[in-house]
């Protein structure tokens, strides 16, 4: 559903003009990728004739930025979302290891290959992106310097 006022741009009317108009209070329903609006535009050179088409871009507001993840990094289970955060723990002598925690996450939307983390994490966290099955909590880990795994061109379907 589309807020109260929708600001459309309408261009490709055929001669090149751009406009743009505040849809007022009026609903839009999506239905199969399709916005149904109705606008009423001024035509004072009767320009615009029946039956002819424009290209129109809905103005969304940004969103805020978000913190992502590669998706492989979430464990999607019954309990809940998780993945394991790595921590930095001081040693007694000094020197520091690095160290796992499973945290819960809310997921939001998950697009090529990175999912949008809602709660659960601030930037900068690192996580685990591969090889989350051997780990348990509190296991110590090392940063590879590998490149991350591609991509699959066919995700699977969930």
């Known amino acids: 559903m589309l807020g109260v ?18 849809l007022g209070a009026t609903s839009a329903a999506l239905l199969a990728a399709f916005i149904h609006r109705q606008a009423t535009i001024a035509n004072p050179d009767h320009i615009l004739k029946p039956g002819m088409f424009a290209t129109t871009t809905v103005v969304l507001p940004d969103k805020p930025p978000v913190v992502t993840i590669p ?41 090529n290959g990175r999912a949008e983390i809602l709660k659960g994490l601030k930037p900068g966290d690192r996580v685990v ?30």
């Open 5 to 22: 006022f929708t600001i459309l741009k309408i261009t490709d009317w055929g001669w090149g003009d751009t406009r743009i108009l505040v």
């Open 129 to 158: 992106a591969v090889g989350q099955l051997k780990l348990q909590p509190g296991a110590a880990v090392t940063i590879s310097t590998d490149p991350l795994p591609a991509i699959p061109a066919n995700p699977p379907r969930y």
């Open 71 to 111: 998706e492989t990094a979430v464990d999607y289970t019954l309990y809940g979302d998780s993945v394991y955060l790595i921590t930095e723990k001081k040693e007694e002598d000094g020197k520091t290891s690095l160290t796992v925690a499973r945290t819960f996450v809310q997921t939001g939307n998950r697009i």
